[in-house]
């Protein structure tokens, strides 16, 4: 994958992505080898108190993240997708401490990073850095660019070889940005120009995970490409570990090797790229992959499958029990309302939370009656989509029947020759 050779609004003199890997083939050395577990997050909670009052006395809390359980390994990149309020952002800033976690722990190389104060924090902060979603927000006005990447430098009091200047100039000719523009101000700059300026302060200590937050959900659909491929082409030369929160399904697929699939504060689903988007297990991912737009012209007359969910995402202060998608699901029986289903690896590398999944066979085939507000859900899912659906458990459910009873005969067979050699001893 390439970056156009001009930075999108650049003037003249822009550097290219050959002269940005060319300075940045010395890069540093991690110390993380790849496939090793570099972030755990374990039963992570993030409840933020409602106070009403004079006494400011607590009435209840927004639940914006309720228990979410994942690794992410050494020089992958774990995309993190949902609707708008589902807790994308703010565990983003619980895993880099931005936030301190109502409960969970967050450990980072081993270490349990959950509660260390600014101090202990301060020597991790090489180690984890954000990538933040609106890049003029997050950069201070008044203040160069060359001021803006030269902070992280002077926060930790590290002094780069060659001085502070020269080695801003050489992570803005690693983004693809001009090293001239080094004493200029981020309203002089476009919005994609932007955002590199962001990455390149985030990449100033050498990190070892960045998060990124939404870092092109602000740009234009062109420029969006330019900075998906800066970052894809920048793990590949620094070695780099990602988790990016995205809405867009297409550029999630385009850079991720896992998603985890977000509804409400929960997972919901997480697995590799290619299973979840060949066959998708939660119905709430496939509503969300139905609603992905497939470029392709000869479709233009074709009828749209899309699954269109009834009603809005509940609220995060009083969420749904049990299953919190069972009141826009249309698979949604009495057991998803009563109880809330565990995150399971039902496939290899696929982990489901959901007593009824797709492509698999139920996890309650006892509970077949559904909730009447699966039934007005059902109203809104294409007649193919129900019935791929219906096919799809019946086939399961006979190949694993199947399955049992091959195994009950080999069983029966194998306890027979072992009678038999007994009577002829």
């Given at each position: ?360 066979e139920d996890q309650a085939p006892q509970d077949t009656v559904l909730l009447s507000a ?12 129900l019935a791929e659906s219906a096919e799809t458990s019946e086939a399961l459910a006979a ?27």
């Amino acid at each position: 994958m390439s970056i156009p050779a001009q930075a999108d609004g650049a003037e003249p003199g822009t550097t290219t992505d050959a002269t940005a890997g060319e300075t940045a083939g010395a890069t540093l050395t991690k110390d993380a080898a790849p496939g090793e577990i570099l972030l755990k997050v374990t039963g992570l909670q993030k409840h933020f108190p409602i106070r009403k009052g004079l006494l400011q006395r607590q009435t209840g809390a927004v639940r914006a993240v309720d228990g979410i359980d994942f690794e992410v390994r050494s020089g992958e990149t774990l995309g993190v997708v949902g609707e708008s309020g589902c807790g994308k952002s703010t565990m983003g800033r619980l895993i880099t401490r931005l936030l301190e976690p109502t409960a969970g722990t967050v450990e980072f190389e081993g270490k349990d990073i959950t509660h260390l104060g600014v101090g202990g924090m301060r020597p991790l902060r090489r180690d984890v850095q954000m990538i933040f979603q609106d890049p003029y927000s997050s950069l201070n006005p008044r203040h160069t660019i060359g001021t803006i990447v030269g902070a992280p430098f002077r926060l930790q009091k590290v002094t780069p070889e060659g001085g502070i200047k020269k080695e801003v100039q050489r992570l803005l000719s690693v983004v693809g940005l001009n090293p001239e523009h080094y004493n200029r101000y981020p309203h002089e700059f476009s919005g994609g120009q932007r955002q590199r300026i962001g990455i390149a302060r985030a990449l100033a200590l050498n990190p070892k995970l960045v998060v990124a937050d939404e870092p092109v959900s602000a740009l234009d659909v062109s420029i969006q490409a330019q900075v998906v491929n800066l970052l894809d082409d920048l793990q590949q030369e620094l070695g780099l570990t990602y988790v990016i929160i995205a809405h867009d399904l297409s550029v999630v697929r385009h850079v991720s090797d896992r998603i985890a699939v977000m509804y409400l504060g929960k997972i919901v689903e997480l697995a590799d790229r290619d299973a979840l988007y060949k066959a998708p297990m939660h119905p709430y991912t496939k509503a969300l992959m139905s609603a992905v737009p497939i470029p392709d012209p000869k479709r233009r007359s074709a009828k749209s499958e899309r699954i269109l969910l009834r009603g809005d995402v509940p609220s995060p202060i009083s969420p749904p029990s049990g299953c919190r998608f069972h009141t826009r699901c249309w698979k949604a029986t009495e057991i998803c309302k009563t109880t809330e289903p565990p995150l399971l690896e039902l496939k290899p590398g696929q982990r489901v939370a959901c007593h009824h999944p797709e492509n698999f066979e139920d996890q309650a085939p006892q509970d077949t009656v559904l909730l009447s507000a699966a039934k007005d859900a059902g109203e809104l899912v294409p007649d193919a989509v129900l019935a791929e659906s219906a096919e799809t458990s019946e086939a399961l459910a006979a190949e694993v029947a199947e399955a049992a009873e091959a195994t009950g005969e080999a069983e029966v067979a194998e306890e027979g020759a072992e009678k038999s050699n007994s009577d002829d001893k």
